[in-house]
């Protein structure tokens, strides 16, 4: 079964977005921040992170900066979402390592 981490601080957004995959028959693991993120990304070993980027404790780019240093984990694609639209904050993003 294909294992989905959502990270996110709103818990209305997790649940919109983790009932998505579930209803593909996904299994969804959550998380409300970025170290909450990593660290079940360690555990876990998730086939892809969705994450938002304004989190507190660690934001989503950090995140992914965490992700892609670790040897572990550093293949799994992240997918960063966000209200922040600006061309800055994508390119940002794959700076970091997102995928998209």
Do not use: W
């Not at 601080?9 to 977005?17: C, G, P």
Request: charged fraction near 25%; include cysteine; hydrophobic fraction near 45%.
């Amino acid at each position: 079964m294909i294992k989905v981490l959502v990270a996110d601080d709103e818990a209305h957004i997790v649940t919109l977005i983790s009932a998505i995959f579930k209803s593909s028959g996904m299994d969804v693991l959550t998380a409300v921040d970025g170290e909450d993120a990593v660290q079940k990304a360690k555990n876990y070993r998730p086939d892809i992170i969705i994450s938002d980027i304004v989190m507190p404790k660690k934001n989503g780019f950090d995140l992914c900066k965490s992700i892609r240093n670790d040897p572990d984990l550093f293949l799994t694609p992240v997918i960063l979402l966000s209200a922040l639209g600006s061309e800055f904050n994508k390119l940002n993003g794959f700076e970091c390592g997102a995928d998209d």
